[in-house]
């Protein structure tokens, strides 16, 4: 239609590249508008469920661990009546909660119990300090060889585990600080048979032994001479193995391993250490945790300790926290000889260094190679 007006405008400005819209942009403005709204009350609703569920967790936590101190407290007061005042009056009280402050503390094993031969053996089977630093996460054992020749006070020198046979824990405390220089902050005392009980309270405990074992006959398994006579012994093979109660403590007390004639009283000392060690692990397992509000009063009625409630689950929780396979552990050590008509250990120059290594005061070192009672260090579970 030349020279004639077309009923319609040209549009030279051309349209944006992509899809054509196939909505206004006011429908658009509608719907995500309509979609903010139907998201907040879902938004809030999820937020309402996350806090009740915070909520529930916390209570749980709460009821875990009031029910805890009561199933611990049901024991300990026990525990507690069976360690002398005399006892209570060396100890160095301290300042501070256990999950905080560097801790000490006294493991005797003594060789009373039911067995035949034992009811008025009170002599020290096993003596160990057992130190915490929570601040560090760290944990040092620090073994004693029962035939260490040391001054008792008040009685002269003597092999150490006499002092306990002499005066009982108290003069055992007494000695053992003379010894060391050290303070100690808490005691837990056991005989054989209520340790026995004390692993079982927990499920037994998984040892790695390093060499196999056949030891001498002590504790027969059966009820007839006959049988116990042509009994070879206590056997154990290489390897982590699960130990019930009576199996953990005949390995803590086997003294003559038939397969290696070279084995000394310190190796009875480091199978000691493993043992309290993994029980140690086991109770402040996370799987005794759970069962801690039924299982509490099981595990401390066995001990005779000065430890409250409240002071177990802290030291459990500082134990939980410390880094167990980086644990040190130590022993005093000496050259052997004899004195009044017994084998004994007298100790070594050395000792003194072992135990600034044992408080963290110097670093580690192993004990001297090609002395088997030389004392020293280790960290972690190379054998010591």
């Known amino acids: 239609m030349p020279g004639e007006e077309k009923p319609y405008k040209l549009y030279k400005g051309g349209r944006a590249k992509g899809r054509v819209p196939l909505q206004r942009p006011s429908d658009r ?12 009350p879902r938004e809030r609703h999820i937020g309402r469920w996350i806090t009740l569920a915070l909520a529930v967790v916390l209570l749980l936590g709460v009821v875990w661990l009031v029910t805890s101190y009561l199933s611990v407290s049901s024991g300990i007061s026990d525990a ?31 060789d009373g119990g039911s067995q035949p031969g034992r009811s008025d053996a009170r002599r020290a089977d096993s003596i160990m300090l057992v130190r915490t ?8 054992f620090l073994s004693i060889p029962r035939d260490l020749r040391v001054d008792i006070p008040g009685y002269g020198s003597a092999k150490i585990n006499a002092a306990s046979q002499i ?8 000695t053992v600080k003379s010894l060391t220089g050290l303070e100690v902050n808490h005691v837990a005392f056991v005989d054989f048979d209520r340790f026995k009980e004390l692993i079982d309270s ?11 074992i056949l030891a001498n006959k002590f504790d027969c398994p059966y009820a007839t001479d006959a049988r116990c006579a042509k009994w070879p012994g206590w056997r154990f093979g290489t390897g982590s193995q ?36 993994a029980t140690a692990d086991k109770v402040t397992s996370l799987g005794t945790a759970l069962r801690l509000p039924f299982k509490g009063g099981d595990i401390v009625k066995p001990l005779a300790t000065d430890l409250s409630a ?39 120059e050395d000792n003194v260094s072992t135990i600034a290594m044992f408080t963290g005061r110097s670093a580690p070192l192993a004990p001297a190679k090609g002395l088997p009672y030389a004392p020293g260090c280790v960290v972690g579970n190379r054998n010591l």
């Open 167 to 174: 005066g009982g824990p108290v003069l055992a405390l007494k």
């Open 29 to 40: 403005r509608k719907e995500s508008a309509a979609g903010r709204a139907e998201t907040k």
């Open 242 to 277: 699960h130990m019930d109660g009576r199996r953990a403590l005949v390995y803590s007390r086997i003294r003559k391993n038939r397969l290696d004639p070279s084995e000394t009283d310190l190796d009875r000392a480091r199978r000691q250490q493993q043992v309290i060690q």
């Open 310 to 348: 409240g002071q177990v689950i802290q030291l459990g929780w500082a134990y939980f926290r410390a880094d167990t396979k980086k644990a040190l552990h130590c022993r005093l050590g000496g050259e052997p000889g004899s004195a009044d008509g017994e084998a004994v250990l007298f100790g070594s």
């Open 80 to 110: 507690n009546d069976r360690v002398p005042k005399p006892v209570l009056a060396e100890l160095k009280k301290q300042n501070g909660m256990l999950t905080s402050t560097p801790t000490t503390i006294l493991v005797l094993g003594t």
């Open 133 to 140: 630093d929570p601040r560090s996460h760290r944990l040092a």
């Open 202 to 212: 927990v499920g037994g405990v998984d040892i790695d032994v390093p060499a196999p």
